[in-house]
């Protein structure tokens, strides 16, 4: 298996504009979770889903987030309009134990947003 | 979810063991004690976990006190491919939210 695979790696740009980052997790897993990490905060969870149903979204941080899981093997996560406070490396998880527990999360590569 | 305590940082010279601590004095019965770690650049990765019992797996051993109110992860033989934040997280094993604390930065040294 391939891992998680999160696209793009890089991405810039401007304030105001929609930013839209992708994930694709581990074929049979059924949990995946959003992180955003910066040096002033470290790992935030922003959400997950279950089975894709969103369970939790306390830690999205405004309207201006969004995240779908259309399917088992597809993920976003939408920022619109992206502000430069948003610059920070995106990361997609998903772990496949069963049930609602998180015994192991995969983490991908993560996206680095720079938003100027 | 129990809040674990970790040193900010630790050194540790190439072929040692490195010894890990992570205090989790207000730990819950059904918590387990995980733990990962961030290579620079990189995601997280998972490295063991454990409920009361030691664990042992390629990666690392975990040694859980009695009380539960302490961990230690234990490298046994550290290189520097070893260099990373380790993150301390204690979890109920239900619906999965597992929050990173600041960790510790351990550096391996030759």
């Known amino acids: 298996d391939a891992g998680v695979i999160q696209s793009p790696r890089h991405e810039v740009t401007e304030m105001g504009q929609e930013v839209t980052l992708r994930c694709k997790p581990i074929?049979?897993?059924?949990?995946l979770f959003w992180y955003r990490q910066t040096m002033m905060r470290g790992l935030e969870l922003l959400i997950y889903?279950?089975?894709?149903?969103?369970?939790?979204d306390s830690g999205m941080p405004e309207d201006r987030f969004s995240a779908k899981m259309p399917n088992a093997s597809f993920s976003t996560l939408k920022i619109q309009p992206s502000e430069p406070r948003d610059s920070a490396v995106y990361f997609c998880?998903?772990?496949?134990?069963?049930?609602?527990?998180?015994?192991?999360?995969?983490f991908g590569s993560g996206t680095q947003l720079s938003v100027l | 979810d129990a809040k674990t305590t970790q040193p900010p940082s630790m050194d540790c010279a190439e072929g040692r063991a490195a010894n890990l601590p992570c205090n989790h004095s207000t730990i819950s019965g059904n918590e387990y004690v995980y733990w990962y770690r961030q290579i620079h650049s990189q995601g997280p990765q998972y490295i063991i976990h454990?409920?009361?019992n030691n664990e042992t797996n390629e990666m690392a051993s975990l040694i859980i006190t009695e009380d539960r109110k302490s961990s230690t992860l234990i490298l046994p033989h550290a290189t520097l491919r070893d260099t990373a934040v380790y993150y301390c997280?204690?979890?109920?094993?239900?619906?999965?939210?597992?929050?990173f604390g600041a960790g510790t930065q351990v550096v391996v040294t030759p």
């Open positions: 889903f279950n089975n894709n149903v969103p369970i939790d």
């Open positions: 997280i204690v979890k109920a094993d239900s619906w999965g939210k597992l929050q």
């Open positions: 998880a998903s772990s496949g134990t069963g049930g609602g527990s998180t015994e192991k999360l995969f």
């Open positions: 454990g409920l009361k």
């Open positions: 074929s049979g897993h059924n949990s």
